[in-house]
């Protein structure tokens, strides 16, 4: 009797827009050997604005959509969704729906890094509005130390504005010094980028915070995470499919998406349209 071949799966990659490409960048380094497929939610970007319950049905979305497509396990790389689905999908709607499956927020590895760079133990956060009021990163950081300071400021024009391809404008580095100023005034030593499109204005937001403030790279911290995740669990490992393959798909299939999503990942990609259901 034929033994019957066990189906390999994919990892899925969430933002709810083209940020998360950054960090599947990464991942896609630090673990060149794995099936990935990535999904923007680029129709209905920015979740920052959106209250809880709707952030979490767009979420349920993805997550069904990603599963349908051959994943095993899923990185939320968006913050907002990280900081008000994850907890409830984790579980509530994986046990009930995909209890074998997995997925894995960013909130928890990038605070760790956080918490272990300070050293005044000030911190400061930018982030959206969902993930500022969520108080995830607070959660997370004071669980660490419940020495540490956290100073977060929502900035609600930042995604719109790199959405559209300006974040070189002089608009954005006003935006910019605006919403740092507080977090400079309170004299944090370390400054959590929580929304990976962040990502695009690296420069200027180091040239406004000086030499001396820490930044922490979430791309490099979730593909490590990940990383020591599959090796400590080798039956979600063993089911991974290690073709190298690439996929990735957006809700509103435009022109933009291949060419910001070529610039995020470095080389040329090739999307392909998703319907959520």
Wanted: hydrophobic share 35%; proline share 4%; charged share 30%.
């Amino acid at each position: 009797m034929k033994s019957k071949i066990k189906r390999k799966y994919s990892i899925g990659v969430f933002d709810s827009g083209l940020g998360g490409i950054q960090i599947l960048k990464h991942i896609a380094k630090e673990l060149p050997q794995y099936d990935y497929v990535y999904l923007g939610d680029t129709a209905r970007v920015p979740y920052g604005g959106r209250s809880q319950e709707v952030i979490y049905e767009f979420t349920v979305q993805a997550v069904n959509f990603l599963f349908k497509k051959g994943c095993h396990l899923i990185i939320f790389a968006c913050n907002t969704v990280s900081s008000k689905a994850l907890r409830r999908i984790q579980k509530e709607y994986l046990p009930k729906n995909y209890p074998d499956k997995k997925v894995l927020g960013v909130i928890i590895p990038v605070s760790e890094m956080a918490a272990k760079k300070t050293k005044n133990k000030r911190i400061g956060v930018i982030a959206t509005q969902g993930t500022v009021s969520s108080g995830a990163f607070g959660r997370e950081l004071l669980k660490i130390n419940p020495e540490i300071k956290l100073f977060q400021q929502a900035c609600p024009l930042l995604v719109p504005i790199i959405e559209a391809g300006e974040e070189k404008s002089k608009v954005s580095e006003l935006m910019l010094q605006k919403y740092l100023k507080p977090i400079i005034k309170n004299k944090a030593d370390t400054l959590i980028l929580g929304c990976t499109h962040y990502r695009f204005l690296e420069n200027k937001i180091r040239k406004i915070i000086g030499k001396d403030m820490r930044l922490i790279n979430e791309g490099k911290i979730i593909a490590e995470k990940l990383k020591d995740y599959l090796e400590r669990h080798q039956e979600v490992e063993n089911m991974l499919q290690k073709k190298s393959k690439l996929r990735f798909f957006s809700t509103d299939l435009t022109e933009k998406f291949e060419i910001m999503g070529s610039r995020f990942f470095g080389k040329k990609i090739k999307p392909e349209r998703a319907k959520l259901e």
